[in-house]
């Protein structure tokens, strides 16, 4: 477990996450919830059999009957963004089903192995940088 983090982590949304969240949030609570999350990483509850991802009950400080979103994402460790993946709206339900919960799972090995990629190549291109110059 980190605790709370001194520095905040870089936030990654997906399309599908920002249309929807645009729709709930002003600008300002917008950036609460993200500077909340990048300060705050490990603050959602863990899915299971979902590689990782979390969740997240937010409050909506402009709705009244059911003033609670839901903020899925993805954190697994200060190496790697956390990825905002989806965004429920109040009374919205996730259904976790196993074809979901292995379609999730999938998606997070992907952002994982994707992620290493673009790592070794900005690695490799410094080191090839620094042969070159040496």
Request: include cysteine.
């Given at each position: 477990m980190l605790g709370d983090l001194d520095f905040p982590i870089t936030i990654?949304?997906?399309?599908?996450?920002?249309n929807e969240a645009d729709a709930y949030f002003g600008i300002e609570e917008h950036e609460t919830l993200r500077s909340y999350l990048a300060m705050h990483p490990e603050s959602g509850?863990?899915?299971?059999?979902?590689?990782g991802v979390r969740v997240l009950e937010w409050p909506l400080k402009r709705r009244?009957?059911?003033?609670?979103?839901?903020?899925?994402?993805?954190?697994?460790?200060?190496?790697?963004?956390?990825?905002?993946?989806?965004f429920y709206g109040?009374?919205?339900?996730?259904?976790?089903?196993v074809e979901i919960t292995s379609a999730i799972k999938s998606m997070v090995d992907e952002l994982v192995a994707e992620h290493g990629r673009q790592l070794a190549s900005i690695v490799r291109r410094q080191l090839s940088g620094r042969n070159e110059s040496a």
């Open positions: 990654v949304e997906f399309d599908d996450y920002a509850t863990v899915l299971r059999n979902c590689g009244l009957r059911q003033p609670r979103v839901r903020v899925v994402y993805y954190f697994r460790d200060l190496n790697m963004p956390l990825y905002l993946l989806a109040p009374g919205e339900r996730i259904a976790l089903g």
